[in-house]
């Protein structure tokens, strides 16, 4: 067991699969010579090369169009998107390219490709730098989508994700690079299509991912002290999305809250309600909370900016709400 | 009736004075001609529904380019794909099944016209989005690169799309990355109902490549030597320098952009002038000047090419629908790579 | 007079350090000139002037520290004066505008052959590689920590639906949540006479579940002598009118009417009662209970099932059933606990009886007894007796007779412990006696084992010591 930075382990995971399998490669803006905007990819173009570590110039159809071209005719790219903010100029490439490619040419072909992207706000970066789209991603059939919480989630999904012969949306988080957590040696790798319990309670649910994951961990923590026990559900996996472990804590707590780093209305909130709806509602003594950015362009100013994107403050203020203790 | 084989591609002159060759080229414009002759009477029927768009009057400039390809390499077109299909060695049954909608077509009825694709023929599709196919096929020239193979790709797209950002972003990264490509515009001097002197600001498409220091050539599209010859030409210095190159081939297209294409926005003065240099006339009469072809011969041709196309009907209307059961077949390939 | 504050050049920075001055005292400096090379906790980086003049005074000298903000040298002599830079926020390498880092000239494109381009490219790394590396670090500064501890405009919107003042309908309709009503259906809870404490007057989880508690304390145990709830007399009409009011009957009750009847009708029943004395056993049962935690404690009916299992192993043919003309003896000795509640009567069973210790039938049957009144049995709990006891002792009866729970042969009815005046050695003393009766299928046995069975129950049960090994 190593203990890894969230950049790390991804870096250890390109690294891993790059050395397995020939037909791995990279490709998108800074991502060799400069190591990386976010240092995920360090050290890489050192040691396989340009061939392998491709630094594109900003074209971002370019980046997704090449990728999906590269794997049809054989390869296994992990394109990158500096951010998700930038892959609304590639949004076709993205959808009506690599999502139905395959089944649009009648299962002829097969697009395995990995799109990396982070999202995130709360950086002072203004309106069009703090996005969340996986939920945008997460609506399209022919694609999956991930979001992992974890430096061991990291590590073992993107492992999987290249290996996985479908195009995979892995969303990473801007805010949680740096974030250090244990992670499994060896081969580790983690299915993309199991969401699990990261910490078990009785009194009430809380879904989450990516860096709301974080926030949700620390808000039960916190919760504990004053006597409630809060069960967090990492969800992981968006797409397919895993809601049995949903349902079963449900059931037992009858107390859902989601929490998302992007916009609330038609959030990734919105669906895991509707699916606690029909598959858990004689177990549901309140309506679902959802918890999401708040709904504006994200403000620059620092005040302004921290309290429209959730924190820890939201999740407990909710869930004592929902509890009936104001 | 099987396509003859094309012979291999090479620079020479000669080639293209080679009867067997100028024979195959004959045929195969004029399968294309009969094909979609026959498609837009199928269109009017009613057995073929949504878009559909047509490449009657392009035969030269689809027979001309794609014919200098071996079968490994690739062919990414638009949704005026039929035509290149043919020419690529898709069989006019699978074509015409597919634009059916019937399992049996190329892409078992879930593409239709706009969405062909053959893994067999390495004709990588039917996109719909204008010029969403260039990033996509600089990407199978980058793995050609990537496993050094000798491979070549072809991009085939319309004066349209010469302006949209995909097409610079992909010209550049072809130049920059010294991609096996060849990128062939099919200027049939309108996007749509829009001329192209009203949609781009340089005309002569040909010059766009100059601004990524990439070859840029411009020929008849109407006369399928000529199109053959610089093709073999630019197809070469694709495989063996790994020099990009844009190639603007100027035609027509006899009928409207589509199917539903009233086509007010051309004077039908300008069609007939076009008509009247028709690339599978052209040929034949070439043909017979060299005592190649005579009347009967033509007509046998006809005949039997009109005879394929006939038999690609009869095959797409006895074939079956997709079962609703499949509905959600391959929407995702089978998980884990070895 | 400009000051040279120490510079932020990072945003988890705390302080610097000097590193290396690139003037001296005394000499010009110009606005935008390398200034300082300053260590931060991720790189060495050069900073600039942000004024021109004189470097007048070098105030942290080279290999000192110093917190961001703090003054670290003075310029000029108020010819080029130029505004202080604020407290806290002098900037450092900004991020282009469109938030990608300057990294250094990127070696030009040329359309050379691949090998070419890649040594450029190398060429290039070599220069550029290490500084960009650096500065790039924690490109996108942290928001800083999650310190907030008022509720922000994120989960506003959900703490609106949660507080929604929800005006109370008029009329009959309640508002109840799902989990509610459904626990509700399951403990038999009338909805109607539950106070809802959620929003709007909603009926929530908890509150059924405090109704069901209430009434579930009104409810005996079969082993709790717990009396049960008074019940109001009817007031008196002037005359009778003649009315009948129709209970309609639950499966389950519809079902034991049927088992009970066939029962009686088909097993032609004898009698057999005794006194037995309790004095030792309810002695031995204080002082277990003294002993133990509040949760496992025994009861008088553990004690009973108890010396019930192992008379049973002595008396195999007691252990039996009547099966079309054949006897059917039974191997395991399977207690049948009858559980009477006002609605129903059920009998879950214990298994193996004469093989667990008191321990484990008392936690057990404490399980089953609890399952069988949440109504959360599993259809298992209520098959495979041998044998069944009937306990009403908790409501002042001597003695009664239970009609036998089939396909068993025999049951056992317990009355009260009633304290009584005893003859012992000669002498009148009071006494704890409890009288049994035992229902025996005559077609299975006979008086006399019936009597002899009885004797053993009692030998057992008046020394206890017996059932606690």
Known sequence: ?326 | ?338 | MASVQMPRLSDSMETGKILRWLKKEGEDVKKGEPLVEIESDKANIEVEAYASGKLSKIVVPEGESAPIGAVIAEIGDGAAASKTAPQGQAPAAEPRQDSRPAAAEAPKAQATAPAAHVAQANRAAAATAQTAADAGGEQYPHGGPDDRTEVGAAAQAALNVIRRPVEQEDGERQRVSPVARRLAEEHGVDLRRVQGTGPGGRITKEDVEAAAQQKGQARPAATAAVPSPSREARPATARPTGEVEVVELTKLQTTVAMRLAQSMFSAPHFYVTSEIAMDDAVRLRQMFNEAVDKSETISLNDLIVKAVALALTKFPEVNASWADGRIERKRDVNIGIAVGLPDRLIVPVLRNADQKSLKEIATESKQLIERARANKAAAQDYVGNTFSISNLGMYDVDQFTAIINPPDSGILAIGSIEDKAVVKDGQVVPGKRMRVTLSVDHRVFYGVTAAQFLQEVKRLLQSPMALVL
Not at chain 1, 166 to 190: R, S
Not at chain 1, 204 to 209: D, G, M, P, Q, R
């Open chain 2, 1 to 338: 009736m099987k396509v003859e084989q094309r012979p291999a591609a090479s620079p020479s002159k000669d080639t293209l004075t080679d009867k067997a060759t100028l024979l195959t080229l004959y045929r195969e414009m004029l399968l294309i001609r009969r094909f979609e002759e026959k498609t837009a009477e199928m269109y009017q029927a009613a057995k073929i529904g949504g878009f559909c768009h047509l490449n009657i009057g392009e035969e030269a400039t689809i027979v001309g380019t794609i014919s200098a390809l071996r079968p490994k390499d690739y062919v990414y077109s638009t949704y005026r794909e039929h035509g290149h299909a043919l020419a690529k060695g898709v069989e006019p049954n699978a074509v015409m099944a597919e634009l059916f909608g019937k399992e049996t077509g190329t892409s078992h009825g879930r593409g239709g016209s706009m969405h062909l694709f053959s893994q067999e023929h390495r004709f990588y599709g039917g996109y719909a989005i204008v010029g969403q196919a260039l990033p996509i096929a600089c990407g199978s020239a980058y793995a050609i690169n990537y496993e050094e193979k000798d491979e070549v790709v072809m991009s085939i797209f319309g004066d349209g799309a010469t302006n949209i950002g995909a097409f610079h972003e992909s010209l550049n990264a072809a130049k920059l990355w010294h991609l096996p490509i060849v990128f062939v515009c099919v200027n049939n001097l309108y996007g749509m109902g829009t001329a192209v002197n009203r949609a781009s600001a340089v005309t002569e498409i040909w010059k766009k490549a100059c601004a990524y220091d990439m070859t840029g050539e411009r020929v008849d599209g109407m006369d399928v030597l000529a199109v053959r010859r610089i093709t073999d030409q630019l197809v070469a210095q694709a495989r063996e320098k790994h020099e990009p190159s844009l190639l603007e081939c100027v035609t027509y297209r006899y009928r409207g952009h589509s199917m539903s294409d009233p086509d007010t926005y051309r004077g039908k003065d300008e069609i007939k002038e076009w008509q009247t240099r028709d690339a599978i006339l052209s040929l034949g009469d070439h043909m017979k000047k060299q005592k190649m072809l005579d009347d009967q011969e033509i007509q046998k041709i006809d005949e039997e090419v009109t005879a394929q196309v006939e038999a690609a009907v009869k095959f797409a209307e006895e074939s079956p629908d997709p079962d609703p059961k499949d509905l959600y077949r391959d929407v995702y390939a089978d998980e884990v790579a070895s």
């Open chain 1, 1 to 326: 067991m190593a203990v890894l930075a969230m950049r790390d382990a991804l870096n250890q995971a390109l690294r891993e699969e790059m050395k397995r399998d020939q037909a791995v490669f990279l490709l998108g803006e800074d991502i060799g010579l400069y190591d990386g905007s976010f240092k995920v990819t360090r050290g890489l173009m050192k040691e396989f090369g340009e061939k392998r570590v491709l630094d594109t110039p900003i074209a971002e159809e370019i980046i997704i169009g090449t990728a999906i071209g590269a794997a049809m005719s054989g390869l296994r790219p992990v394109a990158e998107m500096m951010t998700v903010n930038f892959i609304m100029v590639a949004m076709d490439q993205v959808v009506n390219a690599a999502a139905h490619i395959r089944y649009m040419f009648g299962g002829g072909t097969k697009v395995p490709l990995v799109i990396r992207t982070p999202g995130g706000g709360g950086h002072q970066l203004g309106a069009q730098h703090s996005h969340s789209h996986e939920n945008w991603f997460a609506h399209v059939p022919g694609l999956k989508v991930v979001a992992p919480g974890t430096p061991a989630d990291a590590k073992g999904m993107l492992k999987s994700a290249i290996r996985d012969d479908n195009p995979v949306m892995f969303i990473e988080n801007e805010g949680t690079y740096a974030v250090k957590g244990e992670v499994p040696d060896g081969e580790h790798l983690v299915p993309l299509d199991k969401n699990e319990v990261k910490r078990p309670g009785e009194h009430i649910t809380i879904c989450a991912h990516s860096r709301m994951l974080i926030v949700a961990m620390d808000a039960a923590a916190e919760l504990e002290k004053e006597g409630i026990s809060a069960e967090v559900v990492d969800m992981r996996a968006l797409r397919p999305l895993d809601m049995a472990p949903v349902i079963e804590s449900v059931k037992k707590t009858s107390r859902l809250i989601t929490v998302e780093e992007g916009w609330r209305s038609y959030g990734i909130g919105s669906e895991i309600a509707s699916r606690v709806y029909e598959e858990a509602f004689d177990y549901l003594d309140a309506p679902v909370a959802r918890i999401g950015a708040a709904e504006v362009p994200a403000p620059y100013n620092k005040r302004l900016e921290k309290i429209a994107f959730p924190g820890k403050a939201d999740v407990i203020i909710t869930a004592k709400a929902l509890l009936g203790k104001n």
